[in-house]
Nanobody, 121 residues
């Protein structure tokens, strides 16, 4: 049973920094894409950043230059380093992974449980 567990959310001041982590476990053969999404109250979930197995990254225009996504393949973990966050970054952040399971040897999309990030002074 594949599970994704997020950690690192909380309250951060504007201009501060915060790091989110998301670790996958259970019956994993390989992990292709990893990403972070967020959903603010009354808004649709949106892609924040993604990273593929080769290391290529993409970012939403609103976070480019402030947020950094990275992955540790040995730990099946993806990170989101949030520098200089703004109040408009306040949202629930969800990690997503495209995981090939051991059995059956197919790719599935999994989501973390969500982590609240509040940017406020």
């Amino acid at each position: 049973q594949v599970q994704l567990v997020e950690s690192g959310g909380g309250l951060v001041q504007p201009g501060g920094s915060l790091r989110l982590s998301c670790a996958a476990s259970g019956g994993i053969f390989s992990i292709n894409g990893m990403g972070w999404y967020r959903q603010a109250p009354g808004k649709q979930r949106e892609l924040v950043a993604s990273i593929i197995s080769g290391g290529t990254t993409t970012y939403a225009a609103s976070v480019k230059g402030r947020f950094t996504i990275s992955r540790d393949n040995a730990k099946n973990t993806v990170y989101l380093q949030m520098n200089s966050p703004k109040p408009e970054d306040t949202a629930v952040y969800y990690c997503q992974m495209k995981i090939v399971r051991v059995m059956p040897r197919l790719e599935y999309v999994y989501w973390g449980q969500g982590a609240q990030v509040t940017v406020s002074s």
